[in-house]
C-alpha cells in the first residue's frame, strides 16, 4: 500500500530563495509531522498537525518557516529566504490516529535541501 | 540541551552475534520510548516501543530494556543479520504530547 510520499526528493536553492516542500500522508491519517534532521544529527520536532488544525509549531527555528495543511491532507512546509543553516533533510511523518504517545508514526523518505 | 543521548556513534558486530544498542535520556517526564531503524535514502521505520511502566519489551529477534531509575534504555538484537546495517535511533515523548524526541542515531554494522 501506499506510504507516506515527500515531494522533491531533493532540492537546490540558492540562499535567499523560497522553497515548498510537499507531504502526502497516508490516505486517513489524522496527525502529521514535521521534523528536521541535519547531518549527523537525529530528527528534530518542527510542527504538527491534527487534521488542519496546526497544534504546535513550537520547533520552528523562526518565522521564515511556515507549514499548512488546509483540508486536513497534504501538507505543504515553506521556507522563505532560505539560509544555509536550514540544509538537512525534512521528514514528514503521520498517524491514523491522534493524541496517543503509542500512535506509531510513519515517516516519508524526506527531502534533502540544500542551500547553496 | 540533547534530551535523548546515543553516545555510540557506531558499533559493528559479527552475524549471529548479540547487538546492543544504548540510549540515554534526561527528561524524566518521558513515558514512552521507541526504537526507529534508517537505512539510506528512507524515512526512519518504527521497530519496538516500551511504555515506561514496563521494563521489557520483546518481538522477535528484538528486545527493549528500560531502567527508569537510570534513564538508560537498551536495544538488544539476537541473532544478528545482515539485513539488521542500519542507522538506529532512540526516541522518547510523554504522556499527552505525540511528538518525538530523538537521539542522534547509532551506525550498527553486521560483518558477515
Known amino acids: 500500500g501506499a506510504g507516506v510520499s515527500q515531494s522533491p526528493r531533493y532540492k537546490v536553492a540558492k540562499r535567499g530563495q523560497d522553497v515548498a516542500l510537499r507531504c502526502d500522508p497516508i490516505?486517513?491519517?489524522?496527525?502529521l509531522f514535521w521534523y528536521q534532521q541535519a547531518l549527523g544529527q537525529g530528527p528534530e520536532f518542527l510542527t504538527n498537525?491534527?487534521?488542519?488544525?496546526?497544534?504546535?509549531k513550537s520547533g520552528l527555528p523562526s518565522d521564515r518557516f511556515f507549514a499548512e495543511r488546509p483540508e486536513g491532507s497534504v501538507s505543504t512546509l515553506k521556507i522563505q529566504r532560505t539560509q544555509q543553516e536550514d540544509s538537512a533533510v525534512y521528514l514528514c511523518?503521520?498517524?491514523?490516529?491522534?493524541?496517543?504517545?503509542?500512535?506509531?508514526?510513519?515517516f516519508g523518505p524526506g527531502t534533502r535541501l540544500t542551500v547553496l | 540541551d540533547q534530551q535523548v543521548k546515543q553516545n555510540s556513534p557506531s558499533l559493528s558486530v559479527q552475524e549471529g552475534r548479540i547487538s546492543i544498542l544504548n540510549c540515554d535520556y534526561t527528561?524524566?517526564?518521558?513515558?514512552?520510548f521507541l526504537w526507529y531503524k534508517k537505512y539510506p535514502a528512507e524515512g526512519p521505520t518504527f521497530l519496538i516501543s516500551?511504555?515506561?511502566?514496563?521494563d521489557k519489551n520483546e518481538d522477535g529477534r528484538f528486545t527493549v530494556f528500560l531502567n527508569k531509575s537510570a534513564k538508560h534504555l537498551s536495544l538488544h538484537i539476537v541473532p544478528s543479520q545482515p539485513g539488521d546495517s542500519a542507522v538506529y535511533f532512540c526516541?522518547?515523548?510523554?504522556?499527552?504530547?505525540?511528538?518525538?524526541?530523538f537521539g542522534t542515531g547509532t551506525r550498527l554494522t553486521i560483518i558477515p
Open positions: 490516505s486517513g491519517h489524522v496527525s
Open positions: 527528561n524524566s517526564m518521558f513515558d514512552y
Open positions: 526516541a522518547a515523548n510523554c504522556f499527552g504530547n505525540e511528538k518525538l524526541t
Open positions: 511523518a503521520s498517524t491514523l490516529l491522534a493524541g496517543g504517545a503509542d500512535n506509531e508514526q510513519f
Open positions: 498537525f491534527q487534521n488542519e488544525a496546526q497544534l504546535d
Open positions: 516500551i511504555s515506561s511502566i514496563k
